[in-house]
């Protein structure tokens, strides 16, 4: 396990106790070694440690404020894959009717249980991993159905009309996954976060010794600003953890609009939804 996956499966409450002990710890720190400095050099110049500090709260604001950037790119992304794959379900659907029967039929009934499945709580991960794997015996089950037309001699034209959507299915399935669930912070960049952190912490407790400043609030108030902004990165960077998670609704309105596509088509029984 590389340092990313490990920063990955700590709980975000542990994140977010450990960014706030961390800060208290290096303010204490840079405090006791401020007033050691003080007692044995009474001349050093106030200025020149305010413009060091500054500078190491300025490099670290913008490491944070580049990390940020990161994750709510990323987290853009995969809402716009989860919205690519509603269109491109719901395309494949409506040209399944290109497919001949009994294939045309199967497929449809196949895509409604593909966006079934596809409507999750991201937090559960048992059905997360279901969905996976059953997505994949949905993609070769529909795929046998394609691979029967082609040795039939159908018209390839037709074919293409649902293969593309088909296709795009599957791709989008991928990127889900690999956007997802594969790509996260790297493990260095929290290694300098931290670092930096801890750093620029430091020298804001050395610069209350040395001034003889500083209080229990200041800390605090430290403190649980840049663990928050720390927590909130994390949690952008996670997406089936925390509260900053995709909004599933378009999945789930798919999910009941083939549901009762399906039962107008086969006459079966209605379409109750399940959101859990």
Not at 36 to 41: K, S
Not at 166 to 178: E, K, M, P, Y
Not at 201 to 228: D, E, K, P, W
Not at 235 to 248: A, M
Request: glycine fraction near 6%; include cysteine.
């Amino acid at each position: 396990m590389n340092l990313s996956e490990f920063f990955h499966t700590l709980p975000l409450l542990v994140v977010y106790v450990f960014s706030v002990l961390l800060v208290l710890c290096a303010l204490a720190v840079g405090l006791y070694l401020g007033r050691r400095h003080l007692r044995t050099d009474r001349e050093i110049k106030d200025a020149s440690i305010g413009s060091a500090v500054a500078a190491t709260l300025g490099m670290l604001a913008f490491l944070l404020a580049f990390t940020f950037n990161m994750t709510a790119s990323r987290f853009n992304d995969r809402k716009v894959l989860l919205l690519d794959e509603v269109n491109v379900i719901y395309t494949a659907y409506l040209r399944a009717d290109f497919l001949q029967e009994p294939a045309a039929g199967r497929a449809r009934q196949l895509l409604a249980e593909y966006a079934a499945i596809r409507d999750i709580n991201p937090l559960k991960a048992a059905a997360r991993d279901y969905a996976i794997a059953r997505s994949a015996e949905i993609h070769r089950e529909i795929w046998s159905l394609v691979s029967k037309h082609i040795r039939d001699g159908y018209d390839p034209g037709y074919l293409r009309q649902f293969v593309e959507p088909f296709n795009a299915v599957i791709n989008d399935h991928n990127s889900r996954i690999t956007v997802g669930l594969e790509y996260r912070i790297p493990g260095a960049i929290w290694v300098a976060i931290y670092f930096m952190t801890a750093l620029a912490m430091l020298a804001i407790g050395f610069q209350f010794g040395v001034s003889r400043g500083g209080s229990l609030h200041v800390a605090l108030a430290l403190a649980l600003t840049f663990s928050t902004v720390i927590l909130l990165i994390a949690d952008l960077d996670r997406s089936t953890e925390g509260t900053l998670l995709l909004d599933q609704r378009p999945m789930a309105e798919l999910h009941l609009r083939l549901q009762e596509a399906e039962h107008r088509r086969t006459g079966g029984p209605p379409p109750v939804h399940d959101d859990g």
